[in-house]
């Protein structure tokens, strides 16, 4: 379990036009660490290296293949930053050399590197989710579980149980989770604290819940609006689903609950519009 961090508080920041790897990043850090501009510049010094690559192997190969090769990397420097997109959305790697900084590792949670985090997640720190130009963290400060996504207005706490339900969910709909681990900063620095970016905040867990509760319905309504990029996906759950959610008491065991009915449901939907069909086959074969 993590030491006291920040006086108690949690840092959390809200979705600024598509700067949510900014948002990912900085909420793994608990605080405003890197602006969009650190991260462009990590993106271009990492294109730049990959071009010094493409470069260099054009200079090892036969003088025959030399004049393709050439070409070839050519295009490669002619072509957009293979690390932003004009969107802002960042790559994966310029994420790792943000957080490789303060000495912490991104690692894909399918590696077998990351198997313990795949049995016990609740054991780790941090998890960076990936999916459709969408980044957020799920991030573990002073002992509890919290969802940074930047399009909530505050972090969420998840449960320990619920956290293991979560990741799977998240999973089976198709996000790439990375697992980070390292030195976490235990402290956002003072200067951190005065320079203000315009979307971060500082929250007690109690802020957080109250804002959370409050809110509910308009971040069902922002997530919503994401999970409809999702292909062939359906992440709603059925009348009976919810009454039977409903009816329960324990808050983590209806979200873990709910968490597996989300990957379920479209093969429940299948069973039952199937079954309607056998039973009328059956009658017409008695009648005649």
């Known amino acids: 379990m993590e030491g006291a961090s920040n006086g108690g508080m949690l840092y959390h920041e809200v979705q600024e036009s598509k700067l949510c790897a900014v948002h990912c990043v900085n909420t793994v850090l ?3 660490f890197f602006s969009e501009f650190d991260l462009a510049a990590l993106a271009s010094d990492l294109d730049t290296k990959e071009r010094q690559m493409m470069l260099q192997g054009t200079a090892a190969a036969a003088a ?4 393709a090769a050439a070409s070839s990397s050519g295009d490669f420097l002619s072509e957009e930053s293979h690390n932003v997109s004009l969107g802002g959305d960042f790559s994966i790697q310029v994420l790792q050399k943000a957080l490789e900084v303060w000495d912490l590792q991104v690692i894909p949670f399918a590696c077998p590197v990351a198997e313990p985090a795949q049995v016990d997640p609740e054991l780790e720190n941090a998890f960076i989710c990936h999916l459709h130009d969408h980044w957020f963290c799920i991030r573990k400060v002073n002992g509890e579980w919290y969802n940074f996504d930047s399009l909530y207005a505050a972090p969420q706490h998840l449960s320990k149980f619920y956290l293991s339900a979560y990741l799977d969910s998240l999973k089976g709909s198709g996000w790439s989770i990375f697992l980070v681990r390292g030195n976490f900063p235990k402290e956002c620095p003072i ?11 500082w929250l007690s867990p109690e802020d957080a819940e109250r804002i959370t509760k409050s809110c509910n319905p308009t971040q069902a309504s922002q997530r919503n609006n994401l999970s409809q990029q999702l292909p062939e996906r359906s992440l709603s759950l059925d009348e009976t689903d919810m009454q039977m959610l409903s009816d329960m008491e324990d808050e983590d065991l209806k979200a873990a609950i709910a968490a597996s009915l989300m990957d379920t449901s479209p093969a429940m939907v299948s069973a039952e519009a199937s ?9 017409q074969e008695k009648t005649a």
């Open 191 to 201: 200067a951190s604290f005065e320079a203000s970016n315009g979307y971060g905040q």
């Open 30 to 32: 608990q605080g405003p």
């Open 275 to 283: 079954t309607p069909h056998t039973e009328n086959k059956d009658s």
């Open 64 to 67: 025959a293949a030399a004049a």
